[in-house]
Structure formats: structure tokens, C-alpha cells
């Protein structure tokens, strides 16, 4: 019988897949309420045991390791005798597990729609899904820690990165570069591409490095154009002296001002008084100018100032919080903010939407701001403590529940909390500073922000009839393309006075084998021709340059999502999303394909 949470478990029962019931809807239906009143009464309809007098919590010193190598500190066991503890429900869970599982299985989807609850698996489905890469034990994790910036709170793209475009222009422009005409587009670049610094390129790569798309200054390249100047190189991200990686929203404006910068390069427009730039040199200037930007304070100030224009509030985030703080987990805000900053804008994106005048401040165990992530998660700096409202700071040497510091490190709040590595789940939206260097260094557990997956999920569903006919065509090409070939080898061995593959082959008419190549010759180009625009055109829903976040060509996937499944256990659009799995959820990777396997494998048995 399902006990608690998402896939609460007894002592002798790990999470199983159930398959559904075929008993008819209306017997599940009272079947289904007849279990949830079990719970509120005994078999003599007098009050049962309930909360700890029935459960107990599997403790850290105490934990095993389940079939799928997570731990199961944090599952709940029965306290009584499983058996003996439903009173009338006992008959229920007598008899093979599997039939017992599957009738408990469509009970428990009877009982869960009856309540009004969206469950975790048609939450799966959806744009606001959480995906795993990586089986993850809710239950197991102690501490959960958070960044802010796009992933506690989300900027509107066109109004921060927009704002953040301007400053930048405005400081090049003071630094002698020409910028008039020029405005913000931020179609012009989605996160994922790579910026190719030797030749001023944006690109976009597959899992394997190899570059599927390219844009010189603001200008798409051909096929042909990427094929000579890529086909002999992979994209290696080590490389930082040329490759800068778009990790984050906060890349957008960095790349876009490059981009038009590259062509004013080109055409010559940047005066000599600059010096000889190349365009690694102009990326430097550009990073430059939006660097100051950021330090001289005057784009935070405006947000700051009016932050109702610049953050798109998300009532359901706190309560997300509050679930996973009231379930026992210790909440980390880990951000690169300053004090000021932070304060101001979870207190305008928090504290309205809590509950009994809690402040934002309430939810979190720990507060650390000016982070200096990566580094944070890396080496140790030196500890302040905020110790008033103004951002008054004394240095620190040991950090304790409920303080505000800023600075510091990662071991420094595995230390203070007693919770290390895989116990303490980071939550963040840029997958180098938040989510790889956490995951490799310390082995936490991982969690991406991605917001532009909603998206993309409505434009996958969008395009499945292009995709479909797509596909068709290239099978068709497949089918005609082989015989193609069979025929071209067999009139290459008769060019040779050696038989074919077969006698029917061997015995074709030299005309008839002739005309048949030439007729499959013309059909195989014209579907090149159809195929090839369609491929161009595949993603355009999401974007119509770069085609979709995650794919790279039809079938492959982008070098972004590469690095999401390598280092993101769990990703999702956004920290929201948590309300619809509760703080239980024991989160599984799904099978991953292979290209041997088989769809039809009685019929690959029978050949």
C-alpha cells in the first residue's frame, strides 16, 4: 500500500514500477476509498496510530543502499507489524507481490486524481517537468542549496539583458568603438553556442565537439563555409584562450554586442586609432565593456531601484522552499550577489508570497553572498559575517546555522552543517560555476535551471509533424539509396567480367540495370534537396538560426545538453517545479538507447 510521499517504503520494500490494473474504474474507485478511510480508523472504528507512532526515519548512521545505488537515509519505516497495522485492510497486501502491486498501483491513481493532486509521472510530462540524467533520492538528501540569479528568481531577458546590452554599448562607444545603429536581438544567440575567438564565429556543436552551425559576425554560414573551416577541428572548452562557452542568460549580451562588433570589424568601421585588433582582441574590449558594466553598479542600481520591471515574480517558488524546509532539509542560498543586492531582491520576490509574515531570510539555513563561485566550491577565502542591516562585516572563522556571511567556502559549510558530498543537493542555472565544479570537486548532487526548456518542450510538440515527414523521407532515401548501391556494385563487377551478388543480378539487362540507376540517381537528389531544406528548417519553432536548445542536427544532441547530462543529476525550467514532485521524490534516470539496439527483436531473431 502506498504509505507517504511519492514512493515511501517500508523496510523490506524499495521503489517498484507498477503496471495498471485491468479491475474496472468503479471498483478502484471504492476500493480507493475504502484504503483512505483505513488510515483515519482502526477495524473497530476507533482512532489508529498515526505520524511517529507508526514511522520511523531511516537515520544517516543507519542507512543501506538500494538496488539502484542510492541510499535510503530519509525512507520511512513501519514501526508495527506491516500486516497487522490495517485492521480490515490486512487481506489487501496477502498474495504475490506483483498482483498485490498492481492493484495497490491503480488504487493509489484512483485515490491521488480523487484528491486533486497532479501526480509526479504526468508532472514528467510536461513542460515543467523535472528530467533526470542520474537516479536521485530526494528522501537521502540533508541540505539543498541554492543560487539566485536566474534560478531563485527569474530576470525578464529583455529587460535585464537588454539594459546590460545598453551599458556595454554605451562603454565601447566612450572607448572609441563605433555603435550607432545597432540594438538589442536577443534571437540572435540562444545559451549553448560557443564564441570562436580566432575567427570571430559563434557556433553551435554536438555532444561530440564536432561544429553543426556557424555565424560569422551576425551572418549564418553555409554548409560548405562550416565544413572548411570546422571539418578538420573539434570544439575543446579547455581551450579558454578561444572558446568562451554561453552557459547562462547572463552570456547574451556579451555575445550579441560581439557579433555586431565583428562585422563593424570587417567592414572596416573601427577606427585605426584603436590599434590592430584582431578578433580575439575585440572580444577582450567587449567583455571590457561589459564587465564595467557590472562593477560600476549603475545597471544593479536601476534594477534595484525598480525591480518590478526587471524580475518576473513566480508565486509558487517560496512555497516550493517552504515544503522542502518543513520536510527536515536544510535550506543554502550560495550566491555571487553582493549583500545589498540579494537582500533587495528576495525580499521583492519572496517575502510577499510567505506565509505568517515570514521573511525571506526565514527559509534559509545558511545565506552566502559574494560567493566567488567557482572558486567557492574550490578553495577557501576568508569569512565575513553581516552582522547589520546596512552591510556591516566582521570577519568569521566558523560559520553556524541561521547567520548571513559572505565569502568563505564549500567545505566551510559542509563543516558547519555536518552534511558532505553526496548529501547536499546545488541548485543552479549556470552548468560550469554552479553545477560542474560542485559535482567534481565535491561530488554534491546536482540540479540545472534551464527556463528556456518550457519552450522548447511546446516546440518539440510543435514540430512532430514536421520531424515525422522528415523522417519518412530520409527512410525512403535509405530504401532507394541501398539498391543504389547493390546495383552500382554489381555493374562495378561486371565492368570487371565478375559475376554480382546474385544470379537475378548477374543475369539483369545491361539496359534495364541502366536506366533503373539513373531513375533512383534523380529521385535520391530530389530528395537531398527536399531533405536538406527541411533539416535547416527543423527547430526553427524555437529558434529559427540556432534550431533547438538541446539538438544538434535531427537525431543528436547539442554539446549543452552533453554537459547537462554529464553533470546535472536533475534539471528542470524551474525551482517551481519541485511543488509538483514534494520533497520525497526519488527521482529515476531513464533507459538510456543504444545504436544496437533493436525495435523489432523477434523479427531480428527470426532473420
Given at each position: 500500500?502506498?504509505?507517504?510521499?511519492?514512493?515511501?517504503?517500508?523496510?523490506?520494500?524499495?521503489?517498484?514500477?507498477?503496471?495498471?490494473?485491468?479491475?474496472?474504474?468503479?471498483?478502484?474507485?471504492?476500493?480507493?476509498?475504502?484504503?483512505?478511510k483505513?488510515?483515519?480508523?482502526g477495524?473497530?472504528?476507533?482512532?489508529?496510530?498515526?505520524?511517529?507512532?507508526?514511522?520511523?526515519?531511516?537515520?544517516?548512521s543507519?542507512?543501506?543502499?538500494?538496488?539502484?545505488?542510492?541510499?535510503?537515509?530519509?525512507?520511512?519505516?513501519?514501526?508495527?507489524?506491516?500486516?497487522?497495522?490495517?485492521?480490515?485492510?490486512?487481506?489487501?497486501?496477502?498474495?504475490?507481490?506483483?498482483e498485490?502491486?498492481?492493484?495497490?498501483?491503480?488504487?493509489?491513481?484512483?485515490?491521488?486524481?480523487?484528491?486533486?493532486?497532479?501526480?509526479?509521472?504526468?508532472?514528467?510530462?510536461?513542460?515543467?517537468?523535472?528530467?533526470?540524467?542520474?537516479?536521485?533520492?530526494?528522501?537521502?538528501?540533508?541540505?539543498?542549496?541554492?543560487?539566485?540569479?536566474?534560478?531563485?528568481?527569474?530576470?525578464?531577458?529583455?529587460?535585464?539583458?537588454?539594459?546590460?546590452?545598453?551599458?556595454?554599448?554605451?562603454?565601447?562607444?566612450?572607448?572609441?568603438?563605433?555603435?550607432?545603429?545597432?540594438?538589442?536581438?536577443?534571437?540572435?544567440?540562444?545559451?549553448g553556442?560557443?564564441?570562436?575567438?580566432?575567427?570571430?564565429?559563434?557556433?553551435?556543436?554536438?555532444?561530440?565537439?564536432?561544429?553543426?552551425?556557424?555565424?560569422?559576425?551576425?551572418?549564418?554560414?553555409?554548409?560548405?563555409?562550416?565544413?572548411d573551416?570546422?571539418?578538420?577541428?573539434?570544439?575543446?572548452?579547455?581551450?579558454?584562450?578561444?572558446?568562451?562557452?554561453?552557459?547562462?542568460?547572463?552570456s547574451?549580451?556579451?555575445?550579441?554586442?560581439?557579433?555586431?562588433?565583428?562585422?563593424?570589424?570587417?567592414?572596416?568601421?573601427?577606427?585605426?586609432?584603436?590599434?590592430?585588433?584582431?578578433?580575439?582582441?575585440?572580444?577582450?574590449?567587449?567583455?571590457?565593456?561589459?564587465?564595467?558594466?557590472?562593477v560600476?553598479?549603475?545597471?544593479?542600481?536601476?534594477?534595484?531601484?525598480?525591480?518590478?520591471?526587471?524580475?518576473?515574480?513566480?508565486?509558487?517558488?517560496?512555497?516550493?522552499?517552504?515544503?522542502?524546509?518543513?520536510?527536515g532539509?536544510?535550506?543554502?542560498?550560495?550566491?555571487?550577489?553582493?549583500?545589498?543586492?540579494?537582500?533587495?531582491?528576495?525580499?521583492h520576490?519572496?517575502?510577499?508570497?510567505?506565509?505568517?509574515?515570514?521573511?525571506?531570510?526565514?527559509?534559509?539555513?545558511?545565506?552566502?553572498?559574494?560567493?566567488r563561485?567557482?572558486?567557492?566550491?574550490?578553495?577557501?577565502?576568508?569569512?565575513?559575517?553581516?552582522?547589520?542591516?546596512?552591510?556591516?562585516?566582521?570577519?568569521?572563522?566558523?560559520?553556524?546555522?541561521?547567520?548571513?556571511?559572505?565569502?568563505?567556502?564549500?567545505?566551510?559549510?559542509?563543516?558547519?552543517?555536518?552534511?558532505?558530498?553526496?548529501?547536499?543537493?546545488?541548485?543552479?542555472?549556470?552548468?560550469?560555476?554552479?553545477?560542474?565544479v560542485?559535482?567534481?570537486?565535491?561530488?554534491?548532487?546536482?540540479?540545472?535551471?534551464?527556463?528556456?526548456?518550457?519552450?522548447?518542450?511546446?516546440?518539440?510538440?510543435?514540430?512532430?509533424?514536421?520531424?515525422?515527414e522528415?523522417?519518412?523521407?530520409?527512410?525512403?532515401?535509405?530504401?532507394?539509396?541501398?539498391?543504389?548501391?547493390?546495383?552500382?556494385?554489381?555493374?562495378?563487377?561486371?565492368?570487371?567480367?565478375?559475376?554480382?551478388?546474385?544470379?537475378?543480378?548477374?543475369?539483369?539487362?545491361?539496359?534495364?540495370?541502366?536506366?533503373?540507376?539513373?531513375?533512383?540517381?534523380?529521385?535520391?537528389?530530389?530528395?537531398?534537396?527536399?531533405?536538406?531544406?527541411?533539416?535547416?528548417?527543423?527547430?526553427?519553432?524555437?529558434?529559427?538560426?540556432?534550431?533547438?536548445?538541446?539538438?544538434?542536427?535531427?537525431?543528436?544532441?547539442?554539446?549543452?545538453?552533453?554537459?547537462?547530462?554529464?553533470?546535472?543529476?536533475?534539471?528542470?525550467?524551474?525551482?517551481?517545479?519541485?511543488?509538483?514532485?514534494?520533497?520525497?521524490?526519488?527521482?529515476?534516470?531513464?533507459?538510456?538507447?543504444?545504436?544496437?539496439?533493436?525495435?523489432?527483436?523477434?523479427?531480428a531473431?527470426?532473420?
Amino acid at each position: 500500500m502506498l504509505l507517504c510521499g511519492d514512493m515511501a517504503t517500508t523496510k523490506f520494500a524499495s521503489p517498484v514500477l507498477m503496471a495498471r490494473s485491468p479491475e474496472s474504474s468503479k471498483r478502484n474507485k471504492r476500493r480507493s476509498i475504502r484504503m483512505f478511510k483505513c488510515r483515519a480508523a482502526g477495524a473497530d472504528g476507533g482512532r489508529v496510530a498515526v505520524g511517529d507512532d507508526v514511522f520511523s526515519v531511516t537515520i544517516s548512521s543507519k542507512y543501506e543502499v538500494d538496488y539502484l545505488g542510492q541510499s535510503t537515509k530519509g525512507d520511512l519505516n513501519l514501526k508495527l507489524d506491516p500486516l497487522h497495522s490495517f485492521g480490515n485492510g490486512q487481506a489487501t497486501l496477502e498474495g504475490p507481490i506483483e498482483e498485490v502491486a498492481r492493484t495497490e498501483a491503480q488504487a493509489a491513481e484512483n485515490l491521488i486524481r480523487e484528491l486533486g493532486i497532479q501526480g509526479p509521472f504526468s508532472a514528467q510530462h510536461s513542460p515543467r517537468g523535472i528530467f533526470c540524467s542520474r537516479t536521485l533520492n530526494l528522501r537521502s538528501i540533508s541540505a539543498i542549496g541554492y543560487d539566485m540569479d536566474y534560478t531563485l528568481m527569474h530576470y525578464n531577458v529583455m529587460a535585464w539583458e537588454g539594459r546590460a546590452y545598453d551599458y556595454c554599448m554605451e562603454n565601447l562607444k566612450n572607448m572609441g568603438f563605433p555603435v550607432d545603429g545597432l540594438s538589442f536581438d536577443p534571437e540572435l544567440v540562444i545559451r549553448g553556442l560557443m564564441i570562436d575567438k580566432e575567427k570571430g564565429n559563434l557556433v553551435k556543436a554536438d555532444r561530440f565537439g564536432y561544429v553543426k552551425r556557424a555565424m560569422h559576425g551576425t551572418k549564418m554560414l553555409s554548409n560548405k563555409a562550416v565544413s572548411d573551416i570546422y571539418g578538420r577541428e573539434l570544439v575543446d572548452l579547455r581551450n579558454q584562450s578561444r572558446w568562451e562557452f554561453l552557459n547562462t542568460f547572463f552570456s547574451v549580451s556579451e555575445a550579441l554586442a560581439y557579433a555586431q562588433m565583428v562585422d563593424r570589424l570587417d567592414d572596416g568601421s573601427i577606427s585605426a586609432d584603436l590599434g590592430v585588433l584582431d578578433y580575439k582582441g575585440l572580444y577582450k574590449a567587449v567583455a571590457k565593456a561589459l564587465f564595467r558594466a557590472h562593477v560600476e553598479g549603475q545597471l544593479k542600481s536601476e534594477i534595484m531601484s525598480k525591480p518590478e520591471l526587471f524580475v518576473e515574480p513566480d508565486p509558487e517558488l517560496p512555497l516550493a522552499l517552504l515544503d522542502q524546509k518543513e520536510a527536515g532539509k536544510k535550506l543554502l542560498l550560495i550566491t555571487n550577489s553582493d549583500y545589498h543586492y540579494t537582500d533587495k531582491m528576495m525580499k521583492h520576490s519572496f517575502n510577499k508570497f510567505l506565509p505568517n509574515d515570514m521573511d525571506w531570510r526565514d527559509l534559509f539555513d545558511m545565506v552566502i553572498v559574494s560567493a566567488r563561485k567557482p572558486e567557492f566550491f574550490q578553495m577557501s577565502h576568508p569569512l565575513y559575517e553581516v552582522v547589520t542591516g546596512e552591510g556591516l562585516m566582521r570577519p568569521c572563522f566558523k560559520a553556524e546555522t541561521g547567520g548571513l556571511y559572505s565569502g568563505g567556502s564549500a567545505q566551510m559549510v559542509e563543516s558547519s552543517l555536518n552534511v558532505h558530498g553526496d548529501e547536499i543537493l546545488y541548485v543552479g542555472d549556470h552548468i560550469y560555476t554552479d553545477v560542474s565544479v560542485s559535482k567534481v570537486h565535491l561530488r554534491w548532487r546536482t540540479a540545472l535551471i534551464c527556463r528556456e526548456l518550457e519552450e522548447e518542450y511546446m516546440a518539440l510538440i510543435g514540430s512532430r509533424g514536421h520531424r515525422e515527414e522528415l523522417i519518412e523521407l530520409i527512410n525512403q532515401k535509405e530504401v532507394v539509396g541501398d539498391l543504389f548501391n547493390q546495383l552500382r556494385l554489381a555493374l562495378q563487377r561486371r565492368s570487371k567480367g565478375r559475376p554480382a551478388q546474385t544470379l537475378a543480378a548477374t543475369n539483369l539487362a545491361d539496359q534495364e540495370l541502366t536506366e533503373t540507376m539513373q531513375k533512383l540517381l534523380i529521385v535520391m537528389q530530389r530528395l537531398d534537396d527536399k531533405i536538406g531544406l527541411m533539416l535547416e528548417s527543423d527547430g526553427e519553432l524555437f529558434n529559427k538560426r540556432w534550431g533547438f536548445l538541446s539538438r544538434a542536427g535531427l537525431w543528436d544532441k547539442s554539446h549543452l545538453m552533453r554537459q547537462i547530462e554529464k553533470y546535472a543529476d536533475i534539471y528542470t525550467s524551474r525551482v517551481s517545479n519541485f511543488l509538483n514532485y514534494t520533497p520525497f521524490m526519488y527521482f529515476r534516470s531513464q533507459e538510456q538507447s543504444l545504436a544496437h539496439d533493436s525495435p523489432l527483436p523477434d523479427a531480428a531473431m527470426e532473420n
